[in-house]
C-alpha cells in the first residue's frame, strides 16, 4: 500500500500483494482499511489511534470511524484522517474497485481557536429599544 500524506488529502493506492478489504464479522472493509493505514503510519513515527468519531463528541453518525492522534503530548502532526465519502462508499471497497482511495485531512487539531484572554471577556449584547 503506497501513502501520500499532503496538506489535506491522504491519497491511499493499492500495490501488488496488499489485503483484500471486504466487510466481515470483525467489521467494514473501512475499519479494516484504516487499521492498516494506521500501522503504517505510526511505523513512520506517528502516534494515530483509530476510533468512532462520536466518541469523541463530534456529531456524526455512529458509525464514522477516523485515525486520530492520540493526545496533545503526541509527536506532530496533530491530525484527523476520515473519509469524507463515507455515507456513499467504504473506503475499503473503493481501494479495491478502483485502486485508490481519497481520505480528508485535517491538521492542527489541538490548536486552540480562541485565546484564553478572548474567552474571558464577557459577551455585551445590545438589543434594540
Known amino acids: 500500500m503506497q501513502l501520500e500524506l499532503d496538506r489535506h488529502v491522504l491519497t491511499v493506492k493499492r500495490e501488488k500483494g496488499d489485503p483484500s478489504y471486504s466487510d466481515s464479522e470483525w467489521g467494514s472493509a473501512e475499519s479494516r482499511l484504516l487499521y492498516h493505514i494506521k500501522k503504517i503510519l505510526n511505523a513512520q513515527g506517528m502516534d494515530l489511534i483509530k476510533k468512532r468519531m462520536w466518541k469523541d463528541g463530534h456529531m456524526v453518525s455512529d458509525d464514522q470511524l477516523y485515525l486520530r492522534t492520540r493526545s496533545k503530548a503526541s509527536a506532530k502532526p496533530h ?41 474571558a471577556r464577557p459577551t455585551q449584547a445590545r438589543l434594540r429599544p
Open 79 to 119: 491530525i484527523y484522517i476520515w473519509n469524507g465519502s463515507w455515507q456513499v462508499q467504504d473506503a475499503g471497497h473503493r481501494l479495491m474497485e478502483k485502486g485508490y482511495v481519497l481520505f480528508a485531512v485535517e491538521r492542527d487539531v489541538f490548536k486552540q481557536e480562541i485565546s484564553n484572554e478572548q474567552s
